[in-house]
């Protein structure tokens, strides 16, 4: 009958065809999200070995250097040494090279699979508080982000942090939901184990702290008691670094002992907000004061100097804080050292990639205003993040951690057009053949033809 539309006749162009295919394949995905889970995974871990396996075995960057001479100290000698850097990261290439041997391709590839699990839990957190879509589109775009494949060939602590954070938000949401004790319990057990490895998330604790006040629903003691607990197991978790070094650098030390020295790097006279201060770059007077004094007496002159510059010059202070708070959020790197990653392509591919991002995902905050109450522990406490890394110095690599959730809000817009394309193609699609039909049967039955 003429009535009767064969879908397997439509004619559509290329581009349509190929619409409808991804159409298919999402339908696919959506209905089986094991499978969904597999094919993010295996995406984002074969890109980032496939990276892994044309880069040089070596160490460019100053501070990868320094984590693996730790965890070269940790497997020969038993020690630590001292502690001016955080000890998550010596700690996680430790536990590779016991377990693997020393091979920094073992470490590499670790990282990789950490990776390509953050784009799971990415993946999760989308699907948990956007939908399926934006889930999926936030897991293949974090899969093909330039930085976070970058990040797993260096040994900075970028994906051990990354992996953590994005499980943390889970948890956070999970708790804020049902109020169950077991997600404070890890909750805080993640906020310890995410401090040991980069201190800087303290800066968003209080986020954290009054975000799932508002949210839980619970009386007055039932939501003291339940962040109580997150704080509790916090401290547990921190309580052996912290006690174990304050003992012995004979001052408290939550983490690490260089808080002053970072304190000066950012404050100083010398500083101009962007490029910090090498080693060979400290004022003789300042080398002076420092020479034959212990870590311990250098760290507290290192306090004293960017106090006295802070108090001195409040108006210098504000602005370099406003120079550091732009700079950690600039589309492309600017780095103290160069090597075969600060080329002008590079720079090239951050902007067309992170700064693309970026914009949509202002957009995508935008356009989630009405549920912001809901999502806000999202953008709040990444931008405390990054006031706290303000204060002392700000670069690309520390603005990495929060990059996941910039592609998350951003994902926001692109599934909402994928969207509109898929309908567009498959509706234009039975618009043409009901047209085509239609005119058949005109030809055929009417009594004007």
């Given amino acids: 009958m003429c009535l009767k539309i064969n879908y397997s006749n439509w004619k559509m162009t290329k581009k349509r065809k190929i619409l409808l295919k991804f159409k298919t394949i999402f339908d696919y995905l959506k209905n089986n999200k094991i499978q969904a889970f597999l094919f993010v995974f295996l995406l984002s871990l074969s890109i ?8 040089p075995s070596k160490l460019v960057w100053y501070d990868e250097i320094k984590y693996n001479e730790k965890a070269e ?7 630590y040494g001292s502690v001016e850097f955080a000890p998550g990261e010596p700690f ?12 920094i391709i073992a470490v590499r590839i670790a990282e990789a699979l950490l990776g390509a699990l953050s784009c799971i839990f990415l993946f999760i957190l989308g699907n948990y508080l956007f939908s399926f879509g934006v889930g999926l589109t936030s897991a293949v775009i974090m899969s093909f982000y330039p930085f976070y494949i970058f990040s797993v060939g260096t040994l900075f602590p970028i994906v051990l942090f990354l992996f953590f954070l994005l499980i943390l938000f889970i948890f956070l949401y999970k708790m804020a939901e049902t109020g169950q004790w077991g ?3 890890v909750s805080g057990i993640l906020m310890g184990i995410e ?15 009054l975000w799932l006040y508002i949210m839980l629903k619970k009386t007055f003691l039932g939501k003291i008691g339940l962040l109580l607990l997150v704080f509790l197991a916090f401290g547990m978790t921190v309580f052996p670094w912290s006690y174990s070094n304050t003992k012995k650098m004979g001052k408290f030390i939550l983490v690490t002992s260089e808080s002053g020295h970072a304190l000066w790097q950012g404050n100083n006279e010398y500083f101009d907000g962007f490029s910090r201060l090498g ?16 870590i311990n007496e250098q760290d507290q002159i290192y306090r004293k100097e960017a106090i006295k510059f802070i108090t001195s010059h409040p108006k210098k ?3 370099l804080y406003i120079k550091k708070f732009i700079n950690f959020w600039r589309i492309y790197p600017k780095t103290i050292s160069h090597n075969q990653y600060t080329s002008p392509r590079n720079k090239m591919i951050s902007i067309f990639s992170y700064g693309i991002l970026l914009f949509l995902s202002l957009i995508g905050l935008w356009q989630t205003r009405n549920r912001f109450m809901y999502l806000s522990v999202i953008p709040l406490s990444s931008l405390f993040f990054a006031m706290g890394y303000s204060l002392f ?10 990059d996941a959730f910039i592609i998350l809000f951003a994902s926001v817009i692109i599934a909402q057009l994928a969207g509109s394309l898929f309908k567009g193609a498959n509706g234009e699609s039975m618009r043409s053949e009901e047209r085509r039909v239609g005119k058949e049967c005109r030809s055929r039955w009417s009594p004007y033809h």
Avoid at 48 to 55: D, K, P
Avoid at 92 to 103: M, P, Q, R
Avoid at 195 to 207: E, N, R
């Fill in 317 to 319: 202070f504000i602005i």
């Fill in 92 to 103: 996680f290439i430790f536990g590779i090279y016991k377990l693997f041997g020393e091979s």
């Fill in 48 to 55: 980032r070995l496939l990276y892994v396996a044309f880069i």
């Fill in 279 to 294: 080693p060979n770059d400290i004022p003789p007077e300042l080398v002076q004061l420092l020479k034959g004094k212990s």
């Fill in 73 to 79: 100290n940790l497997l020969k000698n038993g020690t």
């Fill in 183 to 185: 997600y404070s319990l």
């Fill in 393 to 402: 110095l700000t670069s690309t690599r520390y603005r990495l951690p929060i």
């Fill in 195 to 209: 401090t040991l490895v980069i201190p800087t998330i303290i800066f968003m604790f209080h986020v954290f702290f």
